[in-house]
């Protein structure tokens, strides 16, 4: 089934602790993207990578960072985990510009203690 | 840069009324927006988009929207809910030759028998 899968589906961490958050789309969609979604605050971009090779900078990019070593797959990593960190994350893959539609994964709830 | 409010965080509707959403966006010119559904403990499903042409929109589920450049808005609707349709509701707005959407707060939905 097309789409985009992310592991694990729930984590539970100690702060300092390393966790990468993996993400994989099978529809060769060029752009990809990492949110995190907080109650009251709605979703907030944290990295993007506009095709295989780049990555950029989103609203809230700090203690996070990605790679894009290829079209499909585009972990999330946190080096030092901090309870602030404490989110469902949704990782999503589009055709590129912004009026293309944004594909959603199932998301992974982190708890950071 | 471009930004959405969502005015309503919580909505609560009987089974067969209709439903209104409202969504504001900022931006200088004419932006691409966006409603999402998120329905409990899933990844966000798009409803309907606009970025040119006829200003109603029609989408999936029943739902349409409006864009209004007078008025910067970008409003849901839906003439008669289903106790499905409880679920968060996001508007999102891009910008054209960018990759990025941003997200508002989002609205919850509640349907009463």
């Known amino acids: 089934i097309a789409g985009i899968t992310q592991a694990p589906t729930s984590q539970i961490l100690a702060a300092g602790r390393r966790m990468t958050l993996r993400c994989t789309q099978d529809?060769?969609?060029?752009?990809m993207y990492w949110y995190r979604q907080d109650l009251g605050l709605g979703l907030r971009l944290i990295h993007y990578?506009?095709?295989?090779?780049?990555?950029g900078k989103g609203e809230v990019p700090d203690g996070y960072s990605v790679s894009r070593a290829n079209t499909d797959d585009f972990p999330l990593t946190l080096a030092s985990a901090v309870p602030s960190q404490t989110s469902v994350y949704f990782c999503?893959?589009?055709?590129?510009?912004?009026?293309?539609?944004?594909?959603f994964g199932p998301g992974t709830r982190l708890t950071v203690l | 840069a471009q930004s959405v409010t969502q005015p309503d965080i919580h909505i609560t509707v009987s089974e067969g009324a209709s439903l209104e959403l409202r969504c504001n966006y900022s931006?200088?010119?004419?932006?691409?927006l966006f409603w999402y559904v998120q329905s409990p403990g899933q990844g966000l499903q798009l409803l309907l988009k606009?970025?040119?042409?006829?200003?109603l929109v029609q989408g999936i589920k029943g739902f349409e929207a409006e864009f209004k450049r007078s008025q910067s808005s970008f409003n849901l609707r839906k003439p008669s809910v289903h106790w499905s349709d409880a679920a968060e509701y996001f508007c999102?707005?891009?910008?054209?030759?960018?990759?990025?959407?941003?997200f508002g707060a989002g609205t919850t939905v509640t349907v009463r028998a």
């Open positions: 999503a893959s589009s055709a590129g510009l912004a009026y293309n539609e944004q594909f």
């Open positions: 529809m060769r969609h060029n752009a």
């Open positions: 990578s506009n095709t295989a090779g780049t990555t």
């Open positions: 931006y200088g010119a004419t932006p691409y």
């Open positions: 606009y970025f040119s042409g006829d200003t």
């Open positions: 999102a707005v891009g910008a054209p030759g960018d990759y990025k959407l941003s």
